[in-house]
């Protein structure tokens, strides 16, 4: 009950936030210098096509009533069409969001696990070697590009070693399942197809690992420093003193206790998941959302850009939201 | 003061040290690029296109016949450029808006205030993507999308800086001693609000680079054939698949060792920080 009253109110605080954000989104295109419509139009146009141009796009309304109307027409799913291709942007968006998630929480997952497993292991050597070559790989985590890493990565596992599938496609060619969820590994496995489910993982294999090693390294930095203060404590050390068991020790008080502050610090990391997501699709060939808004923005499709803006903002907001939710039932101590 | 110089460098911890090496090779790169390179960064060499490192050609030639090792001595100059131009935007007008809001207070500051709330709810790289490609890529287009957008943090850090100074009894004093507003702000709280900024800015300056480059890898930046690291492991790309490495890895390297001295400046000062 508490946490449903909890979740309420933050649901009501967000809809300001929204509000913010789109207009943000919406009037981002239109406050830089230059007029949209002359981003459309062919170079050769003359003023009449301009105008027709300007009227078809709604752009001869007043701005209130063009972001009343666009907001109105994203709350029924409608984020009107691309200016390029013509096509719809819900449905885009719809067919390529869940290729796009399905790397993110592979990758969130996976940097989930390795940085709660390194950070503490390297609190409880503090100083000593395990330490300090997990400082040297969150350094090194933290200083990559992650677009070179994942040439390299290519270039190690693909062209070098050939355990890696070519950087392009979620399951090798002749393998196609037909696409019930969007979410590959969920549909190679309704369709049973065992051997489709292995080339999808394979293909998933070094984008996820990208994406993974990036995002390790702030929350390895973040769970060692809250192990220590965790070890340091005097609740602990009480703890340790009285003698309870080592597995009791580890799991009920510094675990416990390291963890609570761990989703505050993935929610933020989260947002620099989605951006790096986009140049890792670029570089994997990944046709998810990321390489759909960077095909947007290379040709300037303003509708693209405020859809995709407007989608990644959301989300991070919603995350952020979710991650309240889950310290605060983590640890009884925050007021809800 | 200059005397004491060499002990106070002594006394830095090894890890700002190592960057601080890092960084001056770097900065001796961009500077004297021109005399240490035999080729142009964009001149090139029509006997030798994407031929591996060889004699003359150190670190290879990439497609244009250009030469590798050339381009990204010339690179530094953009790169760190950039970014430090960009963390100086970002650093000033933080500060004048965080000086500002925490100063004045009231509604000035609480709408500020949520008016930078509104901004954190976009990732900061999606951000940059839209912004640079609905402005364009001109040189001075990225230098203030980047610094504008690591600007609100700033802000925050500033903010909260002169918020905790307000209460302290000296500025009370000069408060009380009938300074004006501007002299409140500029001589009194702004110097003793500074000091956090010292060691975010240089992690600031390695993101910065890493956003230029992004930005150009995805072709939002630097346009080809300029010289700058994220635009040349862009067009090296194409040739990893092909089984020639040496156009995307070595950029890369450029990249990464300059980003990592960043780092070790402002991790080695945050550890100072925190011991003190």
Known sequence: MRVAAYVLKRLLLLIPVLIGVSLIAFFLIRLLPGDPVLLIVPETATDADIAAARERLGLDQPVLRQYLSYVGGVFQGDFGTSITTNRSISADLAQRIPLTLELLIYAMALALVLAVWGGVAAARHWHKLPDKVLRFAALFGNSVPEFWLGLMLILLFYQGLQVAPAPSGRVDMDLAVPMQTGFILI????????????SALHHLMLP????????????????????LEVLASDNYRCAAAHGLAPGVLRQKYLMRQTLTRLPALSAIVFGNLLGGSVLIEYVFSWQGLGQWALRGMQVRDYPVIQAFVLVAATTYVVIFLLADVIQAALDPRVKM | MILSLPRRLVRLPSMVLAGLAILTLVALAAVFAPWLTPWGPEEMDMMYFLEGPMPGHWLGTDANGMDVLSRILHGAR?????????????????????LVFGYAGGWLDHIGMRVLDMFQAFPVFILALAVAAILGNSMINLILTIGFINAPPYARLIRAEVLSLRNRTFVEAAEAAGNSHISMLFRHLLPNALTPILVIAPLNCGWAILMLASLSFVGLGVPVPGAE?????????ADIVGGRWWTATFPGIALFVTVLGFNLVGEGLQEKGVKR
Do not use: C, E, H, Y
């Not at chain 2, 790169?79 to 500060?95: E, F, K, P, R």
């Open chain 2, 78 to 98: 953009i790169d760190l450029g950039v970014a430090i131009a960009s963390v100086a935007i970002a650093v000033t007008l933080g500060t004048l808006v965080g």
């Open chain 1, 208 to 227: 996820v690992a990208t994406l993974a090693i990036t995002v390790t390294a702030p929350l390895l930095r973040s769970v060692r420093a809250s192990a």
């Open chain 1, 187 to 198: 549909d190679t496995l309704l369709a049973g197809n065992g051997k489709a489910f292995l």
């Open chain 2, 229 to 237: 690291w994220g635009a040349m492991i862009s067009a090296g790309a």
